[in-house]
């Protein structure tokens, strides 16, 4: 018989997905609104959880230089091309564009893992991409199409890491710390050549800079996460992975209520689509496919 998740577990999921909405409006106004350069965003955000997680580095895991590879992919990487695009892209179509994750990682997996996919999960790919299509095509997802390729571009290399993340054997939190330590080791010095104004930007944010920060790195990736792989320790991850597409819902609200997104039915159509897709995808039997990370394809 099937379980039926406690109220109790089900109101702490929802509390984590709006979370996790509300890290993609707070990074769109820190990129956009402060000025601060998205890699600097994204390497300062892994300093911070590598600090708080430090204590997890430590032994070395087995085949480090892959686990780096990997990890970084999930994180630093898939979270630095999101904040570029989040430059553009309003939070609304960056997440029904995030949707995308989830149908490339099934390709993915058949690609790499010889993952068979039979029809039902085959119309699920196809709807998920039918409805980020309809989401771009609308005037919304139009005018800030050049973001959204960056933010497309995210959910490719989250995807592929999520696919490979089956290759590796790490608890949580040792995952998390390894995460930031690569993503930290690789984006300074990427946005020293690429960006400028670092300082200047984050000095000029000041408290709600720091405010943001705390609440990307801390809040979001290290008490959400943590407290979500709790829940999938505890749960049927088939009960409880579908319910993170309750994250696009709350993306797509607090874009309209804190940063202006115009949403018009277009946009919705598409998210409505794209979602009906992955969910199925998700509730399909796969022994290939990490779940919990389809739709959410990056720590």
């Not at 965003?41 to 911070?48: D, K």
């Not at 430090?54 to 999930?74: E, G, Q």
């Not at 609304?92 to 790499?112: D, R």
């Not at 944010?205 to 609440?215: H, I, K, V």
Request: charged residues 10%.
């Amino acid at each position: 018989m099937a379980r039926i998740m406690p109220v109790r577990t089900f109101l702490l999921l929802m509390f984590v997905c709006m979370l996790w909405a509300l890290n993609v409006v707070v990074s769109r106004l820190v990129v956009d609104g402060m000025g601060v350069p998205p890699l600097w965003f994204a390497a300062l955000r892994s300093l911070v959880v590598v600090l708080v997680l430090s204590r997890y580095l430590l032994p070395r895991p087995p085949k480090w230089p892959w686990v780096a590879l990997v990890t970084f992919m999930i994180s630093g990487g898939s979270f630095g091309l999101l904040f570029v695009g989040l430059r553009d892209a309003t939070p609304s179509a960056a997440a029904v564009v995030s949707l995308s994750g989830a149908p490339l990682t099934v390709v993915f997996a058949i690609l790499i893992l010889k993952e068979q996919v039979r029809w039902r999960r085959g119309i699920g790919i196809a709807l998920a991409f039918l409805g980020v299509g309809v989401a771009i095509a609308s005037p919304s997802g139009w005018s800030s199409s050049v973001g959204l390729i960056f933010v497309g571009a995210s959910a490719v290399v989250g995807a592929l890491g999520s696919v490979w993340l089956k290759t590796i054997d790490l608890p949580p939190l040792r995952l998390q710390a390894w995460a930031g330590l690569v993503s930290a080791l690789v984006l300074f010095p990427l946005s020293a050549l690429t960006e400028s104004g670092q300082g200047a930007a984050v000095m000029a944010g000041g408290w709600r800079f720091a405010a943001a920060l705390g609440f990307s790195a801390v809040v979001v990736s290290v008490f959400a996460h943590t407290v979500y792989f709790r829940l999938l320790r505890d749960h049927d991850a088939n009960l409880v992975a579908p319910l993170t597409l309750m994250t696009p819902i709350f993306t797509i609200a607090a874009g309209a209520a804190i940063t202006g997104d115009e949403v018009g039915l277009q946009l919705l159509v598409g998210a409505f689509i794209a979602g009906a897709g992955v969910l199925v995808i998700m509730v399909r039997p796969s022994r290939a496919l990490f779940k919990p990370l389809l739709v959410r394809t990056r720590i």
